[in-house]
Each structure stands twice: as C-alpha cells, then as structure tokens.
C-alpha cells in the first residue's frame, strides 16, 4: 500500500549539504536497536542475575532462532519492497509434510527433502502471484497465511504427530558450546550481511525497493530478483519449519502460529523500512537478540503470556513510528 | 461510467451464479441441502461476518486492510461479556453501546497510528492484532464467561424473530448492510472513501480530508465489530479469550475480496460483499452435510482469497484499469 504524499512543493534546491560523519554513523536506527540492546540486558540483569550468563542468554536463544533465521530473509524481502506474511504458515506446513512422510514409512532424507520442497514450492506460489500475476504482496501473503495454515490442518488434523527422537534435540546439540540453532542464525546473518552489503546483487536488492521502475530501467532484473527472494524465503522457512520440529519432538498445525508478528517484529525493530530500499541484515541481528533478551526477561519476571502479546504488538508500531521518523530526519 | 456499472453487475451476476452451481452440486449429492432447514443455517452464519465485512470492505475501498478486527471481535465480546457477568443489574441492552463504542474506539486508534505516522495499515493492525488479543487476556484474567451468565433476552435475539421467522440478528445484519449501501452510496463522505482509494495522491487535492475519511473507516470498522462481538454472545452464549473471532479476519476478508473489492482500492461494492459472504456461509454450511472435517474450512478460506485475486487479476485486464497505471504498487 503506498503512502498518501501530500503534493510536492516545486520549491527550486540547491544540493543538501554533506551530513557530517559522526551524523551518519550514529543518527541510524540499528544505532537505537544497539542502545535498546544494551539497556535491555542492562535491565534483565537487574531482574535476575541469569542474564549476566551467556550460556542462559544463549539456550533462550534456541526458543526464536527459527524465527529469526525466517527474519532475515524477510528483511530482504522487505527492503526490496515487498512483505511475506505467509513464512511462519509455511514453517508448519513443511513440517506437516516431513512428518506425514515419515509416518507413511519414508527413510528420513527423503522426508527432509519432502519438507524443503514444499517450502520452496509456496515459495514458488507466492513468486507466482506476487511478481507473475503483479498482485500485492500484502493480500497474496494473508491468503497463503491461510491456506499453508489450513492445509497443515487438514493433514494433521487436530492431533500432533511424533518425529523419531533420532531428529529430535538440534536445540540442544552444541558445537564449540554454542548452540546449533544459534550457530546457524550467525552464519546465515553473516552471508546475508555480506551479500546484501558488498556485492552488486544487494545493492540491486535496495535500489529495486527504493525505486522498482527505475531499477528496471538501470538494467535490474527485478523480477528475476524478486522471484529468488521469495524462493529463499520459501526455503527457509521450511528449514525453520523442520528446526521447530526437532526441538520440539512433535509436530502440530499450529506450529509456530502468530510467528509473522516475531519475524516482522524483528525486522522492523532492526530499522528495516516498511516501504522498502532502506534496512540492514546487521540491525535485524541485534533486534533478534534484543527481542530474545525482552521475551526471556518477561518469562522471567514471570508475566502472563498476554502481557507478551501487549508488549510485542506495542514494540512494533513504535518501533516502525521510530524508524519512519529516523528516516525522514536523514532524507536522503 | 456504464461500462464500470456493467462491469460490477457481471461481477455480482457471477457471484450469484456461483452460489447457485454449489448449492445445485451439493443438493444433487444430498438433496437435504436445497431445503428451508439449510437456508436458516447459512443464514444463521453469515451476520457476524456481513458486519465485519461491511467495515473491511471501506476500509479496502479506502487502499487500507484492518487485520486487528478479529481481535476487536474478542476484546469488545469479552467487555459486555464481563459487564453480564460481574454487573448484571445494569439494563442489558447497554451491552450494545459498550460493545459498539469501545470497537470504535480501538478502531480509532488504528486509524490515528495510520494516518497520522503515514504507516502502512497491515503492519500497525497486525500488531494491534496481538495487541488487543493480550489485552482482552488481561482484562478477562483467561477465564471464559459461561453461557449462564449471557442474558437469556440477547441469546434470545438469536432464535426469536420479530417477523416472518427471520432472526433479530439476521435482520440487524441485513439493516447494517442498508445503511452501508446508503452511506456509501448517498452521502458525500461516503463518496470520498472511494475518491480516496482511486487515487490517494488526487484525494487531497479536490478537497477531500484524508485524515477525516482515513480515520472515519477504521472506526466504523471496529464499531462494526464491536457490534459483531455483542453478536457473538448472542449467537454463542460464550466469550472465550482466546477463540471468539480468532481468524475472523480471514474469513471476513475472503468474504469482501471474493465479493469483488479490489485490493487497490476505489472499487467495491455492498451488494457484492454481502454475496461473498453468503457464498462463503453456503460453503460452511455444505461441509459437514458432505462430511468434510470443519479442520478443513482455513483452508478453504485461503483458497477462496487467492481464487479472488485470480479472478480480479482477470477482471482488471480485461477493463480499462491496466496495472500499467499503478505501476509498482
């Protein structure tokens, strides 16, 4: 949905001085996500002395890393322009699927590529509808939200379904101490972060979100772009979708539901701009950690899961209030 | 302007026949469902969602989308819910206006977060959507209020008819549709929702008060669902924290894009929505007849949204209104 822009004053401009340095350095959102970080275990600690042990930070970690790994993939999605609220029906459905194969007698490898394929075939349907049919991602992604979901439902029914125990436990299997999930989530940030940061296909990935037309005409296969965006997304949420299964043991149809809040939550709080062309893979790292350290500190203090509810819902408008007023102070 | 009047009455035709293939297809396999008894049982279906649907349609005319209606549905059954139960010497008709206003209410307060940040609705109704789910959690402190509680006048207003059998509920959903038809239609707000969701940048520029008419849809969209939620302890007897109107958005919002409102604003009308959701009650009530499991009925709802967009994709092509135009939306 575009913005509503009030008619342009033709107002002649000379060129904007250059902002100074230290201005462009730290007047950027993920400047705020690193402060909130900051005073976010800076409060948790207070609470409770646990969150001074990182190996505690870490395993509370494990409990949204699925989350946070779909996060990234949509903040590229997002900063080229478009949203997918569909992932975190796709990570239940996938699972569905992997575990349906398996009860049906399938040898493992062949349930996981099950799993995958599914997810990159909503991917592939999303892809389809969003840049072959040109329709909005927004009403495309709330239709899939539902049929992913309902269709998970239908094969699963309202029972949940076992996965063997030899797939179980990635959550807390360790690799050099830390976590696999956790270790996933950072090598994925860091090639992400690398791709979208230094190499001419992110680059093409913001000018595609800040102007598409223009993009197009500057030699920019967008949709070619675009398509592989919402196939990695489809991808990985399948991934997510079979991670949750293994920590999990069992796998039901509502796996992971209201998860797009979280995901969407961790990409705006990382100061990815809702209209696209603005955003870093470094902010949506931070504000993953920052949102484990605010849902782990209210488990803590011992709030109800509504009060949760109540606190993400509000982060996220503010935190896309904040970001908006960040950005329009720093037009380029 | 004839061509776009015989567009929508093509478009509303083929609602109308569609309704008819799927209940002729169903009949012939159980004829049971071609009688009275079936009609009062879609009927009885279909208000909660007319009147959500009723406000999602304006607020899709005016290029927005409202997903916290579901939520609203909840949080505004739960506070009537909770004045029975806890003040049951207050009259109970003021059930409605507390209902009624806290809907508008909330639905103000998207508007205001909206229009007034210039954000994006999907993303500030989505976490307003979590936002009044806890809330209704925390006022209700997780308890469910029971159907003995629920005044036996308002359950009532389900099963008893004024006139000709029809249930009061049935007839208030059809009243609010009139009254959409004609604000929509005959006053001048209501003309400039669809001024506005044509083209958004030329609104203003006629004179048109964006933020008057951005505000004026959102509110009228959580009133019509705070009346939905009063509805619902009428119809159900029961509010439940977490169930009542979880994922009534979805339906409502296949119900309005089958109903043919274009998602890019500017186009919709109340006879098409209001076809769109008895399509859709057709299609609840036929399942368990053809003893297909409710689980399946989410599914179904997605399917219907995509098929829409399908068809509206289709529809736009063969108008005037290439998507050349809007460019990159």
Known sequence: MSPIESPAVAAPRGAAPARPMWHVMLVRPETMTLALLVLGVLVASEISPYFLDIRYILKSFTLSAEFAIVALVLTMV????????????????????????????????????????????????????????????????????????????????????????????VDTALLLGVPVPVLIFMALSLALGLVLGATIFGRQIYLIGTNEIAARHAGVRSRRIKTFLFLAMGLVSAVAGLMTASRLGSVRYDLGIGGELQMVLMAMLGGTYIFGGRGTILGTFLAAWLLVIVTTGMIVADWLPAYQLCVLGVLLILSIVATNIIYSRTER | MNRI?????????????????????????????????????????????????????????????DLSIGSILGLTAMASGMMFRYHPEVWWPLGFVLSIGIGALLGLANGAVVTFFRLPAIIVTLGTLNLYRGLTFIMSNAKQIDRQYVPVELKAMSQTSPIFGIPWIILMSFAVALATYYFVMHTRIGRQIYALGSNPVAAPLRGIDV?????????????????????????????NPSNTGAGFEFQVIAAVVIGGVSINGGVGAVLGTALGVLLLGCVAAALPLLGIPGTTQNAIYGAVILAALLIDRLVRRQGQRGAAIRGAA
Request: net charge positive.
């Open chain 2, 211 to 239: 933020t008057k008419v951005t505000l004026l849809v959102f509110t009228l969209s959580g009133a019509l669902s705070g009346l939905a939620g009063i509805m619902y302890a009428s119809r159900w007897g029961f509010v």
């Open chain 1, 78 to 169: 997002i900063i080229s322009g478009e949203i997918d609220l569909s992932p975190a029906s796709n990570m239940a459905l996938s699972a569905c699927l992997f575990a349906y194969a398996l009860q049906a007698g399938a040898p493992m490898p062949l349930a996981i590529g099950v799993g995958l394929l599914a997810g990159l075939a909503m991917g592939a349907l999303n892809a389809f509808m969003i840049i072959g049919l040109q329709l909005p991602s927004i009403i495309v992604t709330i239709g899939t939200l539902t049929l992913y979901r309902g269709l998970a439902q239908v094969i699963a029914g309202d029972k949940s379904i076992r996965v063997p125990e030899s797939f179980t436990g």
């Open chain 2, 5 to 65: 009047s015989r567009l929508l009455l093509r478009r509303e035709a083929g609602i109308l026949v569609m309704i008819a293939l799927f209940c002729l297809a169903v009949g012939a396999v159980k004829p049971h469902f071609l009688t009275l008894d079936s009609l009062q049982i879609v009927l009885l279906l279909v208000p909660l969602t007319l009147m959500g649907a009723m406000g999602q349609m304006m607020v899709i005319v005016a290029r927005h989308v």
